[in-house]
């Protein structure tokens, strides 16, 4: 079993490789687009709304007393 290698000393750099990706941007907008018609994601930003009304009911409740 190998030893794990240490952890670098705070200030230390260290070299991270990073690669880049790339994406196709038509293939990006067609999916930005059935996303947006879908039932799926239009149900994720209707649970937001409802989300942020609970909070938002909360915080007038607390600012009431």
């Not at 230390?12 to 018609?37: A, F, G, H, N």
Request: negative net charge; proline residues 9%; hydrophobic residues 30%.
């Amino acid at each position: 079993m190998p030893e794990p290698e240490p952890n670098p000393i705070p200030g230390e750099e260290t070299l991270i490789d990073i690669q880049e990706v790339r994406y196709s941007l038509p293939q990006l907008l067609k999916e930005l687009e059935v996303e947006r018609t879908s039932s799926v994601f239009a149900k994720e930003i209707l649970d937001q709304t409802e989300i942020s009304k609970i909070f938002d009911q909360k915080k007038r409740a607390r600012g009431k007393h």
